[in-house]
């Protein structure tokens, strides 16, 4: 795609927390709480794991392992 021009723009994800704004792009580590953010992230995770919870993941397109999904 980049060979005929096309650019792809990335995912954005915009959050307001305690009165501040925080942007999130996809493939971006540059926000200075990143550490703590993915700690939190896979404190969640794990807490809707053993509460039983799975994804359907019966429409996701891509062509990857079942775990990645």
């Known amino acids: 795609m980049t060979k005929q021009g096309v650019v792809k723009t990335p995912g954005c994800s915009?959050?307001?927390a305690d009165?501040?704004?925080h942007?999130?792009?996809a493939g971006d580590r540059s926000h200075p709480q990143m550490k703590e953010i993915e700690g939190m992230l896979e404190?969640?995770?794990g807490r809707l794991?053993?509460?039983?919870?799975a994804p359907g993941t019966s429409e996701v397109l891509l062509d990857i392992d079942e775990e990645e999904k």
């Open 14 to 16: 915009i959050i307001e």
């Open 19 to 21: 009165g501040v704004v």
């Open 23 to 25: 942007e999130f792009l």
């Open 43 to 45: 404190e969640m995770v």
């Open 49 to 53: 794991k053993r509460l039983g919870y």
